[in-house]
């Protein structure tokens, strides 16, 4: 068996984890909001219509913000026609996804729900359609006291205490042709520039996100970063990632491996902004937020066929299997790895659209496999990120080179004394022995293991069987005199936790 050498040494600090990149999304696209987490008439809905046994399922996952409500959607978006009387409320024609819009649930009515789930809104613009003065008067309308004609506004829509909305992100995906008001680099940066400072100007405690590239592949990618973040450095705090994996051509071996192309990507950008930060001799350091990533593949045929100008129609519904599932605890490992530049993301999305948690009209909500790494990397993985050194055995594959079998990455607990390592076993085919050091930290015991592994790469949960891949407790008798010894199997994924002194 291939043997690695692992090292995980309090002086190897990455960074204080910024909770925040434990975030998601919902946008208003198939039935993340109708009939996933807003079904009257169910028999969990409360008397605003909202699933509590969804509600359960999303505080589970300790969601610190979710981002609302686009996406592509938010590019054609109305805020206006989302607050207020809800008969008054228009229909709309959402050219994002060739639906019908009835604005029953809008901003007033989600921000009570982010509060049932007790998160944070990371609220989008439209800088699509719409501007810098719509742009500005929501900042006016969310945040602002009163004595103003949005501020009066939003009290007399019954909400005298202002929402507070820190994270704003001027507009979504402009670099992409299907986006409603595509923009080039030039346009876009000046946009979000005079944006930006309009809506500091209304609030000057909020923090900006700055659209980057809609994904690593886009053709304009880096061109797009620069020119963006010369136009707008200082007047935003961050600058976004998107990216969505496939296993569309079935090669196994490429797609556990995906975290080196999230490495690659954070790094790129990460130089891209030192490289603006040095142009403009500048001290203020550009932070990241990956607010758009997931598996997405699975129905991006079959979503082709569906009726235009239904309302909420299912879309977007991929079914994840277990495979997906390591892809994703392999994609958090990465978060955390650049947690001294990611400081937030969001796993898009949240609810039936591309979703950890799906539902049935009228019937039960249930957790994909992909539901479970990212619980336990939330509820676990806060506090101090440490970086794993290691010697580990490579491979090969149709998409990268030099893949090391092993991904991991520790985070320190100090007000728990734990240490929690994630490790990612991404090789399909060598099952890896591990040695790693630990005598840093003073283990005491290992006091949980939980393991996603052994099953079919393609098996998934579902309404009927939601049960068929679920993590399992593993072994916990690992530690000799300082060193975790194990052997972690072809691709499965892991947490140990670690009760320590220091
Ligand atoms: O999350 C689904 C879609 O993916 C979003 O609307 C868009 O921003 C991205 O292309």
New binding site residues.
């Given amino acids: 068996m291939k043997k690695a050498v692992l090292s995980i040494d309090k002086l190897n600090k990455i960074s204080e984890i910024d909770e925040r990149i434990y975030g998601s999304?919902i946008?208003h696209?198939g039935r993340a909001v109708y009939n996933g987490i807003y079904e009257p008439g169910h028999p969990s809905a409360d008397k605003l219509g909202f699933r509590q046994d969804v509600v359960e399922l999303v505080k589970k996952l300790e969601v610190p913000i979710v981002r609302y409500p686009?996406?592509?959607?938010v590019s054609g978006f109305r805020w206006e026609d989302s607050v207020g009387p809800r008969d008054q409320r228009p229909a709309r024609l959402d050219l994002?996804w060739f639906t019908t819009e009835t604005n029953a649930v809008g901003l007033q009515e989600f921000s009570q729900w982010i509060s049932q789930v007790d998160s944070q809104l990371m609220l989008a613009v439209n800088l699509g359609t719409r501007g810098a003065d719509a742009a500005r008067n929501l900042v006016e309308y969310c945040n602002h006291t009163k004595g103003s004609y949005y501020s009066d506004l939003r009290r007399s829509h019954g909400k005298e205490e202002p929402y507070g909305v820190k994270v704003w992100c001027l507009g979504?995906?402009m670099d992409?042709p299907?986006q409603m008001g595509h923009k080039t680099a030039t346009e876009y940066g000046r946009l979000a520039c005079e944006t930006a400072k309009m809506m500091k100007w209304v609030d000057p405690t909020i923090e900006l996100v700055a659209c980057g590239s809609?994904k690593m592949a886009m053709p304009t990618f880096a061109d797009w970063e620069a020119t963006v973040l010369d136009e707008t450095y200082e007047q935003v705090d961050y600058l976004s990632l998107?990216n969505?994996w496939s296993n569309i051509a079935d090669d196994t071996a490429s797609f556990l491996a995906g975290g080196m192309l999230m490495d690659d990507f954070i790094k790129s950008v990460t130089a891209i902004c030192d490289y603006i930060k040095a142009k403009k001799r500048t001290k203020k350091e550009m932070y990241l937020s990956f607010d758009?990533w997931?598996v997405?593949y699975h129905t991006k045929e079959s979503d082709t066929k569906i009726e235009h100008w239904i309302q909420a129609p299912p879309r977007?519904e991929d079914i994840y299997n277990f495979e997906d599932a390591l892809l994703v605890g392999g994609l958090l490992i990465s978060l955390l790895k650049n947690s001294d530049r990611v400081k937030m993301a969001c796993l898009?999305?949240l609810v039936n659209?591309?979703a950890p948690i799906m539902t049935e009209v009228g019937g039960k909500a249930w957790m994909q496999t992909i539901y479970y790494p990212y619980y336990y990397t939330s509820v676990y993985g806060r506090g101090e990120a440490i970086r794993v050194i290691m010697d580990c055995p490579k491979y090969d594959c149709q998409e990268y080179t030099d893949v090391t079998a092993l991904d991991a990455v520790a985070v320190k607990n100090s007000q728990e004394n734990m240490l929690t390592v994630f490790v990612l076993n991404r090789s399909v085919e060598e099952d890896v022995s591990v040695r790693c050091d630990l005598r840093s930290f003073l283990p005491k015991a290992c006091v949980e293991h939980v393991k996603l592994e052994g099953y079919d790469y393609k098996a998934f949960n579902s309404a009927a069987n939601p049960e068929a891949v679920v993590p399992v407790q593993g072994e916990t008798d690992l530690l000799r005199e300082g060193y975790m010894e194990t052997v972690i199997p072809k691709s499965s994924w892991h947490m140990y936790r670690f009760s320590v002194e220091d």
């Fill in positions: 999304f946008e696209l686009g996406g592509n959607f994002a979504n995906e992409g299907w809609s998107h969505y758009e997931n997405w977007l898009a999305q659209v591309i």
